[in-house]
């Protein structure tokens, strides 16, 4: 067991020495700039780390003496350094403050427990002490789940898993593997490699995000379409709870009742701490290539992928952006891109004729399995998208996706260093409701933006798919006004949740509730669910332990949620004063998407 720990830097994504390469992307910050209306670049640093003022500590004597006689001293830690870390996750509410040195609540201790029997010890002694417990796993997470809330002066422990980082057992046989949950997804899949097999769970957060926190928030992964989201991955687990240890058993199926794995799956920490989950695995492929489409327009793409659905065809990754997402992927682009060097040899006289590129819209499509397959599988799709008016564009696309898949969240620390506010909202709705939702939550949000005073950059992408339907992801960005960014942000997030629940959708496809997605909750799953939900809590966490203030929401909706009755008020009175149409922002087509008539 590896005791060496690496944590991402207190005041952004990714490790210290690693940032953001603009320099490689040369047509990136250009169209940002263009879309946003950037004439002058200003550079905000994050504070340092000297001037932060940490919220005083809550020391619980009793509980940290016999925490002592239990674990070795390196394990339990109270340093600064530590509690920042562990203060927020990685939402834009969570690094506008941390930026800024506002530091509204953090743990009073961080404590590495190195077995199962180490965190039932914890909670017991929390249980007994009355202790706040928040598991803590990549700190990745961007819905609110890991702020210290609703503490009301008790000492609060961060309960940091990544030590429990091992692979215990692989069932070769059987496709199964017993895993410690806090092991990272990189380190993870390092060890399955031995075994000549994958989890096939690839999140955005992937390279810093664990097991246990995939679990804990119904994480989705960028191959779902084939492998499914966690929860379908999931065989049996271990969840410590101040009530006791629930422990599943290792069956493919069963019918014994209400389904514990799916109690304990999405509890986001609130019931236990998950410690041991036993996964369905997968051989790794013998084949994998990712191939790029162009569409002639966003209803086009998204009936064909329909229709792969429909027909039991679907790749194993499917992300088909509309067109302000496909100008953003083309902008995107490195200097030395093979993709660029092709659409120039020819191409761009053809693309010009087919297609108006201020409607095309780029597919990803990534294709896995043995020979036979691969090709079988390809070949249908293929035909399917054709028949849509798709032009394959080879492999090139899916190889600079490759290449940068995981950058987003760099990208995001360099654009809120030049005070622009960057974040996504994604959601799910049925096949039938998926354009309705699309252009309504899209008018919402650029409606949103713009009454705040800003230029909008939106972007969508479909992925995820289901039988009955499938997950649509905003992507969207707005020039951060001058002390006014949170209220901001949070005011175009409220149109986006808002737009979400009028419109037959769900309040997250992934991100799970923590408190940013908590005042839609009980309209998501009604007044009864969440009295369902208590009842749970109540039961295996009778004296409220377990990472209080999350999934439960208040009486009051908004509630301790941050946006004011005011801001929203002079938002509106913003939007109802200004000159336009809304949905008629003005598009930037980037160097790289523009071709030659």
């Known amino acids: 067991m590896s005791t060496k720990v690496e944590q991402m830097k207190w005041w952004g994504w990714g490790g210290e020495n690693i940032e953001f390469d603009m320099k490689s992307k040369p047509e990136l910050w250009p169209y940002i700039k263009g879309v946003l209306g950037i004439e002058k670049e200003v550079y ?36 600064k350094m530590e509690r920042l870390i562990h203060a927020y996750g990685k939402s834009f509410r ?30 017991k002694a929390a249980s007994e002490c009355d202790v706040i417990i928040i598991p803590f796993g990549g700190g990745s997470n961007i819905a609110g789940c890991l702020e210290a809330r609703d503490s009301n002066g008790r000492m609060v422990v961060s309960l940091d898993l990544k030590r429990m ?30 075994f000549g097999v994958t989890l096939g769970h690839f999140p955005d957060s992937f390279e810093y995000s664990s097991l ?54 999405g509890s986001e920490g609130i019931l236990g701490v998950i410690t041991e989950v036993t996964m369905q695995v997968h051989h790794i492929p013998e084949c994998r290539e990712i191939y790029g489409y162009l569409f002639p327009d966003f209803e086009s793409g998204a009936k064909a992928i329909h ?47 087919k297609f108006d590129l201020d409607k095309a819209c780029l597919m990803l499509t990534g294709f896995e399995g043995d020979k036979k397959r691969f090709n079988h599988i390809k070949k249908r799709v293929n035909k399917i998208y054709k028949k849509y008016g798709a032009f394959n564009l080879g492999t090139d696309p899916g190889k600079s996706f490759e290449k940068g898949k995981y950058d987003f969240p760099y990208l995001r620390d360099y654009v809120m260093d030049r005070n622009i506010i960057a974040d996504v909202s994604e959601t799910s709705t049925v096949w039938s409701n998926v354009l309705p939702l699309y252009y309504a939550a899209h008018d919402a949000l650029d409606k949103a933006i713009r009454n705040t005073g800003s230029k909008t950059f939106l972007g969508c992408h479909i992925s995820h798919c289901y039988q009955t339907g499938t997950s649509l992801y905003f992507t969207f960005g707005a020039l951060q006004q001058p002390d006014k960014g949170l209220e901001q942000y949070l005011y175009i997030k409220k149109a986006a949740e808002d737009a979400f629940m009028k419109n037959g959708a769900t309040l997250s496809h992934h991100h799970a509730v923590g408190y940013e997605h908590l005042p839609w909750l009980e309209q998501d799953i009604s007044a009864t669910g969440v009295k369902a939900v208590k009842a749970l809590k109540q039961g295996l966490d009778p004296k409220g332990v377990m990472n209080p203030g999350k999934i439960i929401p208040a009486e009051t909706s908004f509630q301790g949620w941050g946006l004011k009755e005011q801001d929203i008020a002079e938002f509106d009175k913003n939007g109802s004063s200004a000159n336009g149409e809304y949905g008629k922002t003005e598009r930037v087509v980037p160097e790289t998407q523009k071709t030659e008539s």
């Open 307 to 353: 229709e792969c659905v429909e027909k039991e065809c679907l790749p194993v990754i499917t992300r088909f952006n509309d067109a302000e997402k496909t100008a953003l992927s083309f902008a995107y682009k490195s200097k030395s891109s093979g993709f660029k060097s092709f659409l120039a040899k020819g191409v761009k006289a053809y693309l010009n004729k």
């Open 165 to 194: 980082n091992q692979i215990i057992e692989v069932d070769q046989e059987s496709c199964t593997a017993r895993i410690q949950a806090g092991v990272m997804g990189p380190d993870m899949e390092k060890q399955l490699s031995t």
């Open 212 to 265: 246990g926190g995939w679990v804990a928030t119904r994480s989705a992964g960028m191959q779902s379409d084939k492998y499914g989201k966690i929860e379908d991955m999931v065989i049996s687990l271990h969840m410590v709870t101040p009530s006791g240890t629930i422990v599943t058993r290792t069956v493919p199926k069963s019918s014994n009742g209400i389904d514990v794995n799916q109690v304990c799956i």
């Open 44 to 79: 905000t640093p994050p504070v340092k780390f000297e001037e932060i003022a940490m919220p005083e500590q809550s020391l619980n004597n009793k509980f940290l003496t016999t925490i002592k006689t239990l674990l070795n001293d390196e394990q339990v830690k109270t340093d």
């Open 94 to 123: 969570d690094l506008y403050r941390i930026r800024r040195g506002i530091v509204e609540a953090a743990p009073d201790c961080v404590i590495y427990p190195q077995s199962e029997d180490d965190v039932c010890s914890i909670i």
